[in-house]
């Protein structure tokens, strides 16, 4: 069981908005902004696309955007393009005995 | 070009060591914590280890604590994970990471697979 707690798929139609929501708890998500989301194609490294809850690294299109509420982070895709599908996987800073921790990872899937 | 390459990966019984590298390139190394996360094959992400850019720090996820270093070589703009007790549950492909809770440069994978 992976320590960040995320939905196995979501799908969504182009051009509609998805959310991927990563749970965590406080010693995790819940007292740190530093969640990061990554995106991850078939055979590929994964590739960053938001870092600290919120912030978006150059290069990465203003439809990808990070929210987080107490425990739990958001990745919101607007203009979803058939481009998006791929797994993604949120990640935190946590004050455990492990550094950082990983969901379990998300299947985008546009139809 | 901001480039990490990995390498040193291959096939190993149970028990054995192996040693990876990592090569980094085009940005300046010892200013940045680096890291090593895996992927079991059809698997998600796991963090494995962190160090320090002094190589001062170091930390581990539990599972692999005892077993695997992490070290660096600032001179050569290298990072490395050494290997030990290698079991099954340790196969999967290896990325070094610049950074050290977020990693927005990553490497292409070295695969290792533990199996008799």
């Known amino acids: 069981q992976s320590a960040l707690t995320q939905p196995a798929s979501v799908s969504g139609s182009p051009g509609q908005s998805i959310t991927i929501s990563c749970t965590g708890i406080s010693s995790d998500v819940g007292n740190y902004n530093s969640v990061s989301w990554y995106q991850q194609h078939p055979g590929k490294a994964p590739k960053l696309m938001i870092y600290d809850v919120s912030n978006r690294p150059s290069g990465v299109s203003n439809r990808f955007s990070g929210s987080k509420s107490g425990n739990t982070a958001s990745l919101t895709i607007s203009g979803l393009q058939a481009e998006d599908e791929a797994d993604y996987y949120c990640?935190?800073?946590?004050?455990?005995?492990?550094?950082?921790?990983f969901g379990g990872g998300t299947k985008l899937t546009v139809l | 070009e901001v480039q990490l390459v990995e390498s040193g990966g291959g096939l190993v019984q149970p028990g054995g060591s192996l040693r990876l590298s990592c090569a980094a390139s085009g940005f300046t190394f010892s200013s940045y914590r680096m890291s090593w996360v895996r992927q079991a094959p059809g698997k998600g992400l796991e963090w494995v280890a962190n160090i320090k850019q002094d190589g001062s720090e170091k930390y581990y996820v539990d599972s692999v604590k005892g077993r695997f270093t992490i070290s660096r070589d600032n001179a050569v703009n290298s990072l490395y994970l050494q290997m030990n007790s290698l079991r099954v549950e340790d196969t999967a492909f290896y990325y070094c990471?610049?950074?050290?809770?977020?990693?927005?440069?990553w490497g292409q994978g070295t695969l290792v697979t533990v199996s008799s």
């Open positions: 990640s935190s800073y946590t004050s455990s005995f492990t550094y950082v921790v």
């Open positions: 990471a610049r950074g050290g809770y977020n990693y927005g440069i």
